[in-house]
């Protein structure tokens, strides 16, 4: 990693903070090392974002477009003339969550409006008001969640949509933590969302140090549990939500939704306004990220020194495409900041947007 380091973070908190702005360098848990080592990475130009981005270190929609947004502002501190090669590279660090382009394009237009000289400060106000928002935006989304989820007292989750995803205490997390706070919740159910298991590794992390009891579950069990009347509702985050509704999320969350609707509960999705794509009528137009072959033949390593483990014979062949699409029918609800949305009614989710 270029201009970066480890360091062993201090004692549990509570409120996990996945990245904070400490004056010349963005300081981020390493997540790819969670749940078994805290280490905080110091990154200090654009190419520590993107190689943090890229390899999972600082993941999830709205919590890439804050280090991104970050990212570029501290290249522009170094290299006045490095805007447009720094906003390519941090835009193409992934392609299917649409923040990351928003935060770019939002920091590169302060830092061109503010003309030479000033570029740098207005580029860093810029991604300090994108994290800002961000957090504000997840405790609405929380209040709102909470507000229409009243009824359900056992909930699934898939992927890590709390704070590690996003600001404050994350989108579909935070939605499950104000239930848990209003004394609503019996039960939490958490798929582990191979490959990576994000959800047995970092939701599973960031509930234990809630305190909100839950259960760890197989992919492959989800449908079953919710056919048979162990769930009240689904909630989930979304990387792109397209104009028309569609929802691109973790791959797996597509199942979600077909058992969901086959059971009759509602499939709830949770995601700030930031992860709308004005731009995609449809799904069709969402480019959904592949990634390498290693993450299915083999399970992540426990830690840095430790080798992943193999799961299969060498050399398999796989196919891995990080998200899935759920057709906007499917979405019973989106719970944004500005309120909720029922994509399968036409100009629904646009109209949030205006
Ligand atoms: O590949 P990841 O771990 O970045 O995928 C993350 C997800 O799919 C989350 O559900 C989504 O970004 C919502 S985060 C609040």
């Given at each position: 990693m270029e201009h970066s380091s480890h360091r062993q973070r201090g004692p549990h908190r509570h409120v996990t903070?996945?990245?904070?702005?400490?004056?010349?360098?963005?300081?981020?848990?390493?997540?790819?090392l969670l749940p078994w080592q805290e280490t905080e990475l110091e990154l200090r130009c654009a190419g520590d974002v993107v190689d943090a981005i890229k390899r999972l270190a600082i993941r999830g929609a709205p919590l890439i477009g804050v280090a991104a947004g970050y990212g570029l502002a501290l290249e522009l501190a170094r290299d006045p003339l490095a805007l447009e090669r720094a906003s390519d590279r941090l835009r193409a660090a992934r392609p299917t969550a649409v923040n990351l382009a928003h935060a770019v394009d939002r920091v590169r237009s302060a830092a061109i409006d503010a003309g030479p000289g000033r570029a740098a400060g207005a580029a860093l106000a810029a991604a300090q008001?994108?994290?800002?928002?961000?957090?504000?935006?997840?405790?609405e989304i929380a209040r709102h969640g909470a507000d229409l989820l009243t009824a359900a007292r056992r909930v699934l989750t898939h992927c890590n949509a709390g704070?590690?995803?996003?600001?404050?205490?994350?989108?579909?997390?935070?939605?499950?933590?104000?239930l848990s706070d209003r004394g609503h919740l019996d039960a939490v159910l958490v798929t582990e969302s191979r490959?990576?298991?994000?959800?047995?590794?970092l939701t599973v992390y960031e509930l234990a140090r809630l305190g909100i009891v839950h259960e760890l579950i197989v992919d492959g069990a989800a449908a079953g549990l919710i056919a048979s009347g162990a769930v009240d509702a689904v909630v989930v985050g979304c990387d792109r939500v397209a104009a028309n509704g569609d929802v691109a999320n973790k791959?797996?969350?597509?199942g979600l939704a077909l058992a969901a609707g086959a059971a009759g509960i509602p499939f709830v999705v949770a995601g700030p306004t930031s992860t709308i794509d004005p731009c995609c009528a449809t799904?069709?137009?969402?480019?959904i990220e592949q990634r390498g072959p290693d993450e299915v033949r083999r399970?992540?390593?426990?830690?840095?020194?430790?080798?992943?483990?193999?799961l299969t014979l060498s050399g398999t062949r796989c196919r891995n495409p990080a998200f899935d699409v759920t057709p906007a029918a499917l979405v019973t609800a989106l719970v944004t900041e500005r309120g909720v949305a029922r994509p399968s009614l036409d100009g629904s989710v646009m109209a949030l947007l205006r």
């Open positions: 903070e996945a990245l904070h702005f400490d004056g010349d360098v963005l300081r981020a848990i390493d997540q790819t008001s994108i994290h800002a928002e961000e957090e504000a935006a997840s405790a704070a590690l995803a996003a600001p404050g205490r994350g989108t579909a997390l935070a939605v499950i933590a104000e490959p990576l298991l994000q959800g047995a590794r791959v797996g969350t597509y799904a069709a137009q969402m480019v399970l992540p390593a426990v830690s840095a020194a430790a080798g992943a483990r193999e």
